[in-house]
């Protein structure tokens, strides 16, 4: 089994290995990677995508895997959720993965009429350390791609800063405040 899964996982996905006399002390995940023990070689490889399938609660889209965590959190709660799942909060590349997320987890016929309110959830995008520079938090990219509702981005909402990104029900985006508590979605490549 331990052989097989090596085989599954791509070299070109690997980012490292070290010795291990056991698979016990190489079982799971790290953060943000994938860990497989090799019994042959006695090495541990860390990989930076997951292997095979995406795993419960999680729904695969074009080589990556979203996990939609209902529960309402801050952006910082949320981004450390993910982390929990070997995964970071989704970085959205292009409009067909906007619109399919917003669609699969966002779109309901519970929605509230007003677009801002329910129905939304956490990105990984934030201008956090310069106001106007918008960013991936967990590849630190600046954003190619925008997809922003009307009249959006906008600095202030009740005197508090709009650094965090939410993608709305429709699949545009919204910045709100860090500690607004709104819905999450995470994201983890698989190999």
């Not at 990989?47 to 952006?75: K, M, Q, R, V």
């Amino acid at each position: 089994m331990e052989s097989e899964m090596n085989d599954k996982v791509s070299n070109a996905s690997l980012v490292g290995e070290y010795h291990s006399d056991s698979p016990i002390m190489c079982s799971g995940f790290g953060q943000f990677n994938y860990l497989a023990f090799n019994a042959k070689e006695k090495k541990c490889r860390v990989h930076t995508c997951y292997p095979a399938g995406c795993g419960y609660e999680w729904l695969e889209y074009n080589g990556h895997c979203y996990f939609f965590g209902a529960t309402e959190l801050t952006w910082t709660e949320a981004r450390m959720a993910c982390g929990d799942r070997s995964s970071q909060l989704v970085e959205l590349e292009d409009i067909e993965e906007s619109t399919w997320l917003a669609s699969t987890f966002l779109y309901k016929d519970t929605c509230p009429t007003f677009i801002y309110y329910g129905c939304s959830a956490w990105t990984g995008g934030n201008d956090i350390w310069a106001e106007g520079d918008y960013r991936w938090h967990h590849s630190n990219l600046s954003m190619e791609f925008k997809n922003w509702n009307p009249d959006q981005p906008s600095v202030h909402h009740d005197n508090e800063e709009e650094d965090c990104i939410a993608i709305l029900r429709n699949g545009k985006w919204n910045d709100q405040g860090c500690n607004e508590r709104n819905s999450f979605i995470c994201e983890k490549k698989k190999c």
